[in-house]
Nanobody, 122 residues
């Protein structure tokens, strides 16, 4: 099994910054991608940013480009999300996702963290 644990959420004023961290652990053979999704009240979960673990290719939602930066630590199976210039519309529960397989012959499966609340408000 694979465990995914997020940290770093909280309350911040508009224009402020937060850094989210996520660690994947357990029976990890290979990670395809790690990334962040978010879900605001009454809305569907959406991709914020993710990274192809082996080569570092990043993908961002249009709404966060130029404000958020995703980074990774391959040795520790960790991913980070630096969020700058935060807006009230960034308020959501942020979920870490990893697309991982646990054996050479297995399939890549999505694993999710429990989520961390980010609230942007004055």
């Amino acid at each position: 099994q694979v465990q995914v644990v997020e940290s770093g959420g909280g309350l911040v004023q508009p224009g402020g910054s937060l850094r989210l961290s996520c660690a994947a652990s357990g029976s990890i053979f290979s990670i395809n991608t790690m990334g962040w999704y978010r879900q605001a009240p009454g809305k569907e979960r959406e991709l914020v940013a993710d990274v192809i673990f082996s080569i570092g290719t990043q993908r961002y939602a249009e709404s966060v480009k130029e404000r958020f930066i995703i980074s990774r630590d391959n040795a520790k199976n960790k991913v980070y999300l630096q969020m700058n210039s935060l807006k009230p519309e960034d308020t959501a529960v942020y979920y870490c996702n990893t697309n991982t397989k646990t054996s050479r012959w297995g399939h890549y499966i999505d694993y999710w963290g429990q989520g961390t609340q980010v609230t942007v408000s004055s």
